[in-house]
């Protein structure tokens, strides 16, 4: 697809907050593609919405990310994949905000949960057949005898599998 723009379809609500509704791709001033965006949480009046466009799935075109939610600790974006063979965007999904890491083509998140970031989860992510898919999770929760349990998972025979579990000790 050559140039392209981007026109976001706002819609107002009743305090002032915005969302948007929906992403619509033009080419040469005529709409080639509407992009929905489903569920995301209005942005309060004056600030601003996060939004960015790189290569995620590494094969030299960039792709979409809409910012949808976003907390204190935790972003979540919708995601969508360029399909250069039909010029279009595809749909990836909702995921936490993902770091890009070009030079090794690895995608990653990390989520803050609680206890001053003793609860937490760090995923690797990759894309298999333009599905993101998670090849690593390591995650820290409440050990239900005090402390905490970390358990981390990796892909194996294409599913995620418990690799170590162990007890961490709280700081004192």
């Known amino acids: 697809m050559s140039e392209v723009s981007l026109v976001f379809h706002l819609r107002t609500l009743a305090g002032g907050e915005r969302v948007v509704e929906e992403i619509v791709v033009q080419q040469a001033?005529?709409?080639v593609q509407r992009l929905p965006v489903p569920e995301m949480?209005?942005?309060?009046?004056?600030e601003?919405?996060?939004?960015d466009e790189q290569d995620i799935n590494f094969d030299g075109y960039n792709d979409l990310a809409l910012a949808v939610a976003r907390?204190?600790?935790?972003t979540y974006a919708m995601y969508w994949l360029f399909d250069p063979s039909r010029g279009r965007f595809t749909p990836v999904g909702r995921y936490p905000w993902l770091t890009v890491d070009a030079i090794h083509k690895r995608l990653s998140a990390y989520e803050r949960g609680g206890d001053g970031g003793l609860i937490y989860t760090a995923t690797l992510y990759?894309?298999?057949e333009n599905v993101l898919i998670v090849t690593r999770r390591e995650?820290?929760?409440?050990?239900?005898?005090g402390g905490y349990r970390k358990i981390i998972e990796e892909?194996?025979?294409g599913r995620l599998q418990v690799?170590?579990?162990h007890k961490v000790k709280p700081p004192r």
Do not use: K
């Not at 949480?41 to 004056?46: C, I, N």
């Open 155 to 157: 892909r194996r025979n």
């Open 163 to 165: 690799v170590r579990e």
């Open 126 to 128: 990759a894309f298999s």
């Open 48 to 51: 601003s919405f996060i939004f």
């Open 29 to 31: 001033g005529q709409d």
């Open 139 to 145: 995650h820290q929760e409440r050990h239900p005898q």
């Open 41 to 46: 949480e209005p942005v309060l009046p004056g």
């Open 71 to 74: 907390g204190i600790a935790n």
